[in-house]
Nanobody, 122 residues
Framework: QVQLVESGGGLVQAGGPLSLSCVVS????????IGWFRQAPGEGREYVGT????????DYADSVKGRFALSRDNAKNTVYLQMNNLRPEDTAAYFC???????????????WGQGTQVTVSS
């Protein structure tokens, strides 16, 4: 069993940065990938990025590539999503999730956090 808790959301002006954290408890070494997803009001959940627990491999959605960056601190069992140059269209609830295999497919993530809201004002 794996538990995930996101934090760091808030209100930020367009062009500004924000950093989200995902604390993973349980057995993180068992789970190969931590993914981030987001969901805007009235929209489906959208893939943002993925990082292996080792941090050696990352992937990003085209919409965030070059602006968002994933990293991890194994000592703190935490994965970070650094978001730079934020845009109003980045406004959404952001979720982290755990998968046993490398994937960008939302349905292949087994465990989910409760989400943290990011609002970008124009």
């Amino acid at each position: 069993q794996v538990q995930l808790v996101e934090s760091g959301g808030g209100l930020v002006q367009a062009g500004g940065p924000l950093s989200l954290s995902c604390v993973v408890s349980g057995r993180p070494s068992t789970y190969y990938v931590i993914g981030w997803f987001r969901q805007a009001p009235g929209e489906g959940r959208e893939y943002v990025g993925t990082i292996t627990w080792s941090g050696r491999r990352t992937d990003y959605a085209d919409s965030v590539k070059g602006r968002f960056a994933l990293s991890r601190d194994n000592a703190k069992n935490t994965v970070y999503l650094q978001m730079n140059n934020l845009r109003p269209e980045d406004t959404a609830a952001y979720f982290c999730a755990a998968s046993t295999a490398w994937t960008t497919e939302i349905n292949e993530y087994t465990f989910w956090g409760q989400g943290t809201q990011v609002t970008v004002s124009s």
